[in-house]
């Protein structure tokens, strides 16, 4: 027997959504479970070739209209045309996860500044982009909505090996917090998910190494979290039911972020 006071509670029904960095791993989760919630969808990748039987997939499953759409979220242009085809197609989105991202392990003597510049580029300056294209749009169009950067727990405190990772995702902390208070007046709400460890493309073979079970083992949980774990959060955030959460970074780890240092 169904929910009626939780369906309608959490439900994205009549909404758009746009998901930027949506080809594999936690962007693909939450495209579909964005769909499932009842909004139509935007898949962005810089690859639509990636997007195009995803899209299809969750259209044929769910029954929401789909749309997959290139986004450079490095390229200014990229994004704001993104925007304005979803608009035109869709509808302005008014559920924007802002998921495209890099990762890499270097100890920081070795790090490059072309490997730094890569990874603020992407993580950090392309979520400002993608979330400021995002309020404008909502914003000329009267809108209110939900932007959810994901960031992660390397965010909020640090580990080896990870000086830009860890320095764009704080830096995604911070603007988020930024981000909620100024559009707050515009009712746009901005709040991050903080993620511990879970295998995408980025961390796969990272995480699969000796080092990486290691590593694993020694969180709380002894384990990866399941991108299923991810999305009833990031639907809490998502839905309107949330009207007066704003500027919150959220972990979602097992408690890794709280764990002492031994």
Same mark, same amino acid.
């Given at each position: 027997?169904s929910?009626d006071y939780l369906n309608g509670?959490?439900s994205?029904e009549?909404?758009v959504?746009?998901v930027?960095?949506a080809s594999s791993?936690?962007?693909?989760e939450f495209?579909q479970?964005?769909?499932r919630?009842g909004a139509?969808?935007v898949?962005?990748?810089?690859?639509v070739d990636?997007?195009?039987?995803?899209?299809?997939?969750?259209?044929?499953?769910?029954g929401r209209?789909?749309?997959?759409l290139s986004?450079?979220?490095?390229?200014?242009a990229?994004?704001?045309?993104?925007?304005?085809d979803a *608009?035109?197609?869709l @509808?302005?989105?008014?559920v924007?996860?802002?998921?495209? %991202?890099? !990762?890499?392990?270097?100890?920081? $003597?070795?790090?490059?500044?072309?490997?730094w510049?890569h990874?603020l580029?992407?993580?950090l300056?392309?979520?400002?982009?993608?979330?400021?294209?995002?309020a404008k749009?909502?914003?000329s *169009?009267?809108?209110? @909505?939900s932007?959810i950067?994901t960031a992660?727990?390397? %965010?909020? !405190?640090v580990?080896?090996?990870? $000086?830009s990772?860890?320095?764009s995702k704080a830096?995604?902390?911070?603007?988020?917090?930024?981000?909620?208070?100024?559009?707050?007046?515009?009712?746009?709400?901005?709040?991050a998910?903080?993620?511990?460890?879970f295998?995408?493309?980025?961390?796969e073979?990272?995480l699969?190494?000796?080092?990486g079970?290691q590593?694993?083992k020694?969180?709380?949980?002894r384990?990866a979290g399941e991108l299923a774990?991810?999305?009833?959060?990031?639907?809490m955030?998502a839905s309107?039911?949330?009207?007066f959460?704003t500027?919150v970074?959220l972990?979602v780890?097992g408690?890794?972020s709280?764990k002492?240092v031994p």
């Amino acid at each position: 027997m169904s929910n009626d006071y939780l369906n309608g509670l959490f439900s994205l029904e009549g909404q758009v959504a746009l998901v930027a960095g949506a080809s594999s791993g936690i962007g693909a989760e939450f495209a579909q479970a964005l769909a499932r919630a009842g909004a139509d969808v935007v898949l962005c990748a810089r690859r639509v070739d990636r997007i195009e039987e995803l899209a299809k997939e969750i259209a044929k499953e769910t029954g929401r209209k789909t749309l997959a759409l290139s986004m450079d979220v490095k390229d200014a242009a990229s994004v704001e045309a993104a925007f304005t085809d979803a *608009a035109e197609q869709l @509808g302005t989105p008014t559920v924007v996860c802002a998921n495209a %991202g890099v !990762g890499h392990m270097v100890p920081a $003597l070795e790090e490059t500044e072309e490997q730094w510049d890569h990874m603020l580029d992407t993580n950090l300056k392309g979520m400002w982009r993608v979330g400021k294209t995002a309020a404008k749009h909502m914003i000329s *169009a009267g809108l209110k @909505g939900s932007i959810i950067n994901t960031a992660s727990i390397l %965010g909020l !405190g640090v580990s080896n090996q990870h $000086l830009s990772y860890a320095t764009s995702k704080a830096g995604v902390v911070q603007m988020t917090r930024a981000m909620a208070l100024e559009w707050q007046r515009y009712g746009i709400r901005v709040n991050a998910l903080c993620p511990g460890f879970f295998v995408t493309e980025i961390n796969e073979e990272g995480l699969n190494t000796e080092r990486g079970l290691q590593m694993l083992k020694a969180t709380p949980a002894r384990r990866a979290g399941e991108l299923a774990e991810l999305v009833p959060p990031m639907l809490m955030l998502a839905s309107p039911a949330s009207s007066f959460t704003t500027g919150v970074a959220l972990p979602v780890d097992g408690a890794h972020s709280v764990k002492l240092v031994p």
